[in-house]
Nanobody
Framework: QVQLVESGGGLVQPGRSLTLSCAAS????????MSWYRRTSGKEREWVAT????????VYADSVKGRFTISRENDKNMVYLQMRKLGPEDTDVYYC???????WGQGTQVTVSA
């Protein structure tokens, strides 16, 4: 069974940075394009970024383009999301998945507040 574990969230001030990590078990991530999503309670999960299985291609939502960077280490079965210039609008629970195909992990809470 695939299990996804997100980590690295926390409380940060506006303008600061955070890097999120996604670890997977029960699956070899290098076989999949991987994405990050985020959700505020009561809303649908919003797609944030996707990285191709080779790590060569990356796409971002307009709301994070230029501030967030998705990356991966296939030999470690890990995916990352580096977030810079964070603002209150980035406050959310962040999740990783591959085209929403697997059970969601618990996510990691990011709170941006002064």
């Amino acid at each position: 069974q695939v299990q996804l574990v997100e980590s690295g969230g926390g409380l940060v001030q506006p303008g600061r940075s955070l890097t999120l990590s996604c670890a997977a078990s029960g699956v070899t991530l290098s076989n999949y394009d991987m994405s990050w999503y985020r959700r505020t309670s009561g809303k649908e999960r919003e797609w944030v970024a996707t990285i191709e299985r080779s790590g060569g291609g990356r796409v971002y939502a307009d709301s994070v383009k230029g501030r967030f960077t998705i990356s991966r280490e296939n030999d470690k079965n890990m995916v990352y999301l580096q977030m810079r210039k964070l603002g209150p609008e980035d406050t959310d629970v962040y999740y990783c998945n591959a085209d929403r195909r697997w059970p969601w992990g618990q996510g990691t809470q990011v709170t941006v507040s002064a």
